[in-house]
Structures are given as structure tokens and as C-alpha cells.
């Protein structure tokens, strides 16, 4: 399905698909957020607006109503870690209302893993159950109670996989899924250890799922040795190798090894069969993300 977007659009049109993040503010001031969608918006397919993982900040939907008024297409984030399957459904009908019609399902991190250990989580369902729920929702019309819609949902749904997940088997296993249940694009974490993620890329290939959806691989520039270890310290699923940490400490302008590291992983990425797109994770700096898009030629269509 191309759910009506035009991140769907170009998808179905087989084009290499570009996609960017901006992390909405912890407050409700939007001059960043419009900022960060008048430049990324000539650029990319469409901005994620991801939820908070660090505390409270704007809602992803809110952000995405910004970034969609400011000529951005937005791609909101559902966490299964922060709502039950009632709200769930309810956000993805308001999303749709207010012409939202990317949506990323997602578990998010536990709170245990996260600087807000005394929030409670809900999991009532998880990443592949949302895919279901919000595939039936599009597809039939229905909720997964079967009370019927007033008319099936436009939805362009994705995901998120992790290439650095030991055990890998279990991760495209989990991933096949995913796509059965639904996601026409994943997003993976972000890849800085290119040896790992083409043993990745193998297993997914063998088992033909990057012919049944979007693979979009993530693309994360680092501007310190502080701010990799930092990552390393806070996120396990990353992988940062030393090569790379060893490389900003040496450089005499740390953002521009930064974005020349991010440059070359993409030029890597993009010549792999079975990639199809890739996805710059730059944090609220757009900044960071638009010199990334520029050094490495990416521009969408």
C-alpha cells in the first residue's frame, strides 16, 4: 500500500527512499521544529517526529501536525511501551483525520533502560501486535475487537529492527514477521559497524524479506568521542566500533569527521542489494542532518 503518502509513493515507485528525524522540543515552543521541516522538506520523502525516550517533550503527534503544516511530510511514532490498544487505535484515527498517514509502530525502550526509570509501562500489546491491529484497520475496516470502521484507514505502516541484536537468526525471524503482519518500510538502528550489518543483510536477503518490504537503513553522525561513548553507555543495542571513536579523538574538527564518517556509510549503504533507503538520525540538530544529506549527495526522486 502506498497509504496516500508520498514516502509511499516513492516506495511503491521503487525509488531510493530518504527519510530524516528531528526530535521534537521539551516544551511548546515550534521555531526549531518549522525550522528543522523548511529545510529538511525540499530534501527528504518525509521527517519522523519521534517520541520522547529522555522525559517529556512534545507529543509526536502534535509535531507531526507542525511539520505537516510547515510543507513537511511527518512520520509519527506509536510507542506500545506508553499506550494500550484503545489509544493506540484512537491516535492512529486522529492521525489519519488530521492527514497523518505514516505511521511507525514501535515498542520503545523499558523505562528501566531510559532516564525516567519511575514512569510505569503498558505493553498491553507489542510492535508486531500494533502492525496487526493497524493492518486490520486499513485493510478491513475493523478494530480488533471487530466493531467495524466508518471506512478502512489510508496507512503506510513501518518498523524498527536492530542488525546488532545477538541473537541476528532471531532478529529476521522477528523481522519476517513484522513484515507479515503488515510494515511496508523498517528503519533499522543506526549503523556504524558496516562488517556486521552485511552479515545482516545476507540472512535478510536469504530469506527474501527485503523483496516483501522497504528496507531503510539509519544513518547516525557523531560529533564527539564524548557523545559515542555516551551512546555506548546508554543504548547496548548500538554498535560503535573502536576505529570509529578513535577517529573523533584524533580530528581536529570532530562534527566534520562526524559527517564525513556518515557520508562514507552511506555511499556503503547505498550500494548494497536490498537497501532501498536510508534514514538520517541527527537529534534535534537539522543542522547536522542537512550537511550529512549534502555531503553524501541524497536527495529524494
Known amino acids: 500500500m502506498d497509504g496516500g503518502s ?3 509513493k516513492a516506495i511503491a515507485a521503487g525509488e531510493f527512499v530518504v527519510t530524516a528525524e528531528y526530535r521534537p522540543p521539551r516544551g511548546t515552543s ?25 522525559g517529556a517533550r512534545m507529543c509526536s503527534m502534535a509535531a507531526c501536525r507542525h511539520l505537516a503544516a510547515a510543507g513537511a511530510e511527518p512520520i509519527l ?11 493506540l487505535q484512537a491516535t492512529i ?17 523499558h523505562q528501566a533502560l531510559t532516564t525516567c526509570r519511575e514512569a510505569r509501562g503498558v505493553f498491553d500489546v507489542d510492535a508486531i501486535q500494533l502492525l496487526r491491529i493497524a493492518d486490520r484497520m486499513r485493510r478491513d475496516g475493523r478494530l480488533a475487537d ?12 513501518g518498523t ?60 547516525m553522525p557523531l560529533v564527539s568521542k ?34 564525513e564518517l556518515a557520508a562514507a556509510t552511506v555511499s556503503h549503504l547505498r550500494s548494497l542489494e536490498g537497501v532501498r533507503g536510508v534514514h538520517i538520525s541527527a537529534g534535534e540538530d537539522f543542522g547536522l542532518a542537512t550537511d550529512v544529506l549534502t555531503a553524501s549527495g541524497l536527495a529524494k526522486g
Open 226 to 259: 564524548e557523545q559515542a561513548s555516551s551512546l555506548l553507555d546508554s543504548h547496548r543495542q548500538l554498535d560503535i566500533p573502536d576505529e570509529v571513536i578513535a577517529r573523533l579523538e584524533t580530528a581536529s574538527d570532530s562534527r566534520a569527521t562526524g559527517v
Open 146 to 157: 471487530e466493531e467495524a470502521l466508518d471506512s478502512p484507514v489510508d496507512l503506510l505502516l
Open 30 to 54: 515550534v521555531e526549531r521544529l518549522l525550522a528543522a521541516a523548511e529545510s529538511l522538506a525540499p530534501r527528504v520523502h518525509a521527517v519522523c517526529a519521534p517520541e520522547s525516550e529522555d
Open 77 to 87: 511514532h506509536l510507542l506500545t511501551r506508553d499506550m494500550n490498544r484503545i489509544s
Open 160 to 219: 524498527d529492527t536492530n542488525p546488532f541484536s545477538d541473537p541476528v537468526d532471531l532478529q529476521i525471524l522477528t523481522l519476517d514477521k513484522a513484515v507479515r503482519m503488515g510494515a511496508d518500510f523498517v528503519i533499522t538502528q543506526p549503523v556504524f559497524n558496516l562488517r556486521r550489518f552485511d552479515e545482516w543483510l545476507d540472512g535478510v536477503r536469504e530469506r527474501g524479506v527485503h523483496t516483501r518490504t522497504c528496507v531503510v537503513a539509519s544513518v
Open 93 to 109: 484515527l486522529g492521525a489519519a483525520s488530521l492527514g497523518v498517514r505514516n505511521v511507525l509502530c514501535l515498542a520503545g525502550r
Open 6 to 8: 508520498n514516502l509511499g
